[in-house]
């Protein structure tokens, strides 16, 4: 006989075990996918619909209903309870990172010479978290340029660049240009912030140097205003190769050439062709990618009176008149003379 003929055997199908509910978890909308939605806006999704409690496998007995029983130590915290968590771990992580890099020795940093030189106190920590160059040069053993460790000085630097800098370390941000009132205001703010790019770009902050560009190019767009051909001169020459600052000058100056109702012309940037033979090859090549591929007339076809040497008149044969000059008549056999330049 096989066992499971056996009127003795018993199979869990003839109990009744209990099982637990079914749990429904609430969806985002349709099209909402948690992985392509801002970390933000699926937190305030779970606190504002949040999820059902857990529950244990199995029911309590009927007897144990209504007692408080204690909660399974191996149960899984809920979703918002699970955010809230990381949330804080993320809050508390800023704040000892924080304190960490405002401890430690202060540092005096001089900026500029003369009546423009000022004097900043900033913590070590800070600046050497931010930027590998300054950590290299406030280090303080024997191979450091700065033996002293605790002073650095800037002397060919800017302190309204500088100023700017102080502000975004401690702050985490830069004034929006456009909060300003005045154009003179936006303009000088933009100045500084081509200060504060320039040391950016030796100190390696990529990030800070980009907000600074943008502060500038938004200043200058605001303000109506752009640098004259000393200012474009200045920029361009303290600029290295390659720089954006480089560009960003060449096509202003393209810009204002090209306009029909700018008083500038190339004669106004001679002193940057003189002073960097770079800045003209940049400049053509600016007027050739703005121009949108806009090719000129032929030379070689149309009006020939263009090329003569002569005045303007209906007939340029009959009544032209040549430059002035000093010329000497040369007589021919034939009759015919000619004038020429003595």
Not at 242 to 256: D, E, N, W
Not at 292 to 316: A, E, R, V
């Amino acid at each position: 006989m096989h066992w499971a003929d056996d009127p003795k055997a018993i199979f869990t199908r003839d109990f009744a075990y209990p099982r637990p509910p079914r749990r429904r978890l609430r969806t985002m909308t349709s099209a909402a996918d948690i992985a392509h939605e801002p970390a933000h806006d699926y937190a305030e999704y779970v606190f504002a619909h949040s999820l059902p409690e857990l529950s244990s496998p199995v029911d309590p007995p009927r007897h144990a209903r209504g007692k408080s029983t204690s909660v399974d130590k191996h149960s899984r915290p809920a979703l918002p309870d699970r955010i809230h968590s990381h949330r804080l771990r993320v809050q508390a992580h800023a704040k000892n990172m924080r304190a960490r890099l405002l401890s430690g020795p202060l540092i005096d940093i001089i900026v500029g010479v003369g009546d423009v030189k000022r004097q900043w106190s900033l913590h070590r920590n800070l600046l050497s978290y931010h930027s590998e160059y300054l950590a290299s040069e406030l280090q303080t053993n024997d191979a450091t340029k700065n033996k002293a460790g605790n002073k650095l000085e800037l002397p060919e630097d800017d302190p309204k660049g500088f100023e700017l800098l102080v502000k975004w370390l401690y702050q985490g941000k830069l004034d929006d240009v456009g909060d300003l009132t005045s154009a003179e205001r936006k303009y000088d703010y933009a100045v500084a912030c081509h200060k504060l790019y320039m040391l950016c770009e030796r100190f390696d902050m990529p990030q800070l140097k980009n907000m600074a560009i943008d502060q500038y190019r938004k200043g200058l767009s605001q303000a109506r205003l752009v640098p004259d051909a000393d200012e474009i001169n200045d920029i361009y020459q303290k600029s290295p190769e390659g720089s954006p600052f480089r560009v960003l000058m060449t096509r202003i100056a393209a810009r204002q050439i090209m306009d029909p109702d700018a008083d500038r012309d190339a004669e106004s940037y001679r002193g940057c062709f003189a002073a960097n033979p770079d800045f003209a090859i940049d400049l053509v090549n600016a007027i050739k990618s703005g121009s949108g591929g806009i090719l000129f007339d032929d030379p070689t076809n149309g009006d020939d009176c263009m090329y003569h040497d002569h005045g303007h008149g209906p007939n340029c044969y009959g009544k032209g008149k040549g430059k002035a000059g000093n010329y000497k008549l040369v007589k021919f056999l034939d009759g015919f003379a000619m004038r020429v330049d003595g």
